[in-house]
């Protein structure tokens, strides 16, 4: 079946602007979640939605960074005032959050680079 | 707060021979452990997933991890590497009921013919 995808694969800005990344999970995945990957950071977490409840914002680094997600399925993230420290690889996930079910599967990323 | 330290950024084997890559971990709560690997410019594919049931767990393409509290380890290994097997690897740990990944630093894996 169609896996998690992203979009846009790689976008390239000018810092100071403002971008959208976009994440489409699988289909009946109620969880939904932003990662980012850089050189100097790792893998860390960014933000979690499950179903209709609050989401788990507490990895965003700053306010910045925003996310939503429309009708329990797509998700989009922005950042506002990009800036070069943002430059990364921005990964989205998605889960069935069954009882005892916590895999979580990644989309291909979209890789930021902010000039 | 959960953590996983990965004891090496890189490990280099050849073909053929076994693998083991190193991760222990540290959590407050039971934690569910996992393994992922990235393949170059490729997503991040689950291996294998501890979650308090057996401590030996098997996953894909030849991989299985043991779970051990006494050591809070939790290694990886396969018996004989192959050539696709050479990519990254992360140790992931998230505390039981809760969703966040926190992931280790990763090690590569280079494998020579």
């Known amino acids: 079946g169609a896996g998690v995808s992203q979009s846009p694969s790689n976008k390239v800005t000018e810092k100071g602007k403002d971008v959208e990344l976009r994440c489409d999970p699988i289909?009946?995945?109620?969880?939904l979640y932003w990662y980012r990957q850089s050189l100097g950071q790792g893998l860390e977490f960014l933000i979690y939605?499950?179903?209709?409840?609050?989401?788990?914002k507490s990895g965003l680094p700053s306010d910045r960074f925003s996310a939503e997600r429309t009708g329990g399925s797509v998700s989009t993230l922005t950042i506002q005032r990009t800036q070069q420290e943002d430059s990364a690889v921005y990964l989205c996930?998605?889960?069935?959050?069954?009882?005892?079910?916590?895999?979580?599967?990644f989309g291909p990323g979209t890789r930021l680079t902010v000039t | 707060a959960q953590s996983v330290t990965q004891l090496d950024s890189h490990v280099s084997v050849s073909e053929g021979t076994p693998v083991l890559l190193r991760c222990n971990y540290s959590?407050?709560?039971?934690?569910?452990l996992f393994w992922y690997v990235q393949h170059p410019n490729k997503g991040l594919q689950l291996l294998l997933k501890?979650?308090?049931?057996?401590?030996l767990v098997k996953g894909i393409n030849g991989f299985e991890a043991e779970f051990k509290k006494s050591e809070t380890s939790f290694h990886l290994t396969k018996p004989s590497a192959h050539m696709s097997d050479a990519a990254e690897y992360f140790c992931?740990?998230?505390?039981?009921?809760?969703?966040?990944?926190?992931f280790g630093t990763g090690t590569r894996l280079l494998v020579s013919p």
């Open positions: 992931v740990v998230s505390n039981t009921g809760f969703q966040k990944l926190v």
């Open positions: 996930a998605s889960s069935r959050s069954d009882r005892g079910t916590y895999e979580q599967y």
């Open positions: 501890y979650t308090s049931a057996a401590t």
């Open positions: 959590s407050s709560y039971s934690p569910s």
């Open positions: 939605f499950q179903g209709n409840s609050a989401p788990d």
């Open positions: 289909s009946g995945h109620t969880a």
